[in-house]
């Protein structure tokens, strides 16, 4: 199994960075697929999951408005776009797949990619 991470980068405040999570070697219809993050010297935290299917989707708070997560299950690949960035988004942005539905706990889920950074500038 893998996922893939890439789409991280610099950009300033207030502008867009698009994630993708492309996996492989998994059923993807079958797993639950989510992003987290972790700046430095900080907890790995929960940013955004999407269920198999694609229809439903939960956000933490500070993200709301802001992020959309969505998946394309004939590309076996999840994506995060990133609106109105803010310095504090800086951080390892992780994907993971796992089928106990979305659970903000990094326990629940089964395989992880690599990270892909974001630097948001000020």
């Known amino acids: 199994v893998q996922l893939q991470a890439s789409g991280g980068g610099l950009v300033q405040a207030g502008g867009s960075l698009r994630l993708s999570c492309a996996a492989s070697?998994?059923?993807?219809?079958?797993?639950?697929m989510v992003w987290f993050r972790q700046a430095p010297g900080k907890e790995r935290n929960f940013v955004a999951g999407?269920?198999?299917?694609?229809?439903?989707?939960r956000y933490v708070d500070y993200v709301k408005g802001r992020f959309t997560i969505s998946r394309d299950n004939t590309k076996n690949t999840m994506y995060l776009q990133m609106n109105s960035l803010k310095p504090e988004d800086t951080a390892v942005y992780y994907c993971?797949?796992?089928?106990?539905?979305?659970?903000?706990?990094?326990?629940?889920?089964?395989?992880w990619g690599q990270g892909t950074q974001v630097t948001v500038s000020s």
């Open positions: 999407i269920i198999w299917s694609g229809g439903s989707t």
């Open positions: 070697g998994l059923t993807f219809t079958s797993y639950d």
């Open positions: 993971a797949a796992g089928t106990q539905g979305i659970a903000s706990t990094t326990w629940a889920y089964d395989f």
